[in-house]
C-alpha cells in the first residue's frame, strides 16, 4: 500500500453506489467507512497504490456527483503510521458490526 485515498459523500446510497465503482474501476481495498448526521455525510476509505486510489477517488466522485454529491476527497501517498492507526480505529468499530453472509452473492 503507497496510498490511502479518502472520499465523502452527501448520502448512504451514494456513497455505497460510489465504492462500488471504485473498487470496480481500480485495484484499491476498501478500508473503512464512517457516517455522520445519521448517515446524511458517508466517508469512504480506500487503499492501493498512488495511480490506483487516485483512479479510484476520481471515479468515486463522478459516481457520487450523478446521484446526489461529493462533499470532499483526498488522496495521502504514504500516510503516516498514526494516520493509519485512526484509520484502524475506525475500521475495528465497524468490524465487531459486520452483518453474516454479506459475501453470499
Known sequence: MNAIGLIEITGLVAAIEAL???????????????????????????????????????????????????VAWAVIPSPHPETMRMISISASKISNNRLGGINEF
Open 20 to 70: 462500488d465503482a471504485m473498487l470496480k474501476a481500480a485495484d484499491v481495498e476498501f478500508l473503512t467507512w464512517e457516517k455522520r448526521l445519521g448517515g446524511r455525510l458517508v466517508t469512504v476509505i480506500v487503499k492501493g497504490e498512488v495511480s490506483a486510489v487516485q483512479e479510484a477517488i476520481s471515479t468515486g466522485k463522478v459516481r457520487a456527483d450523478e446521484i446526489t454529491r461529493a
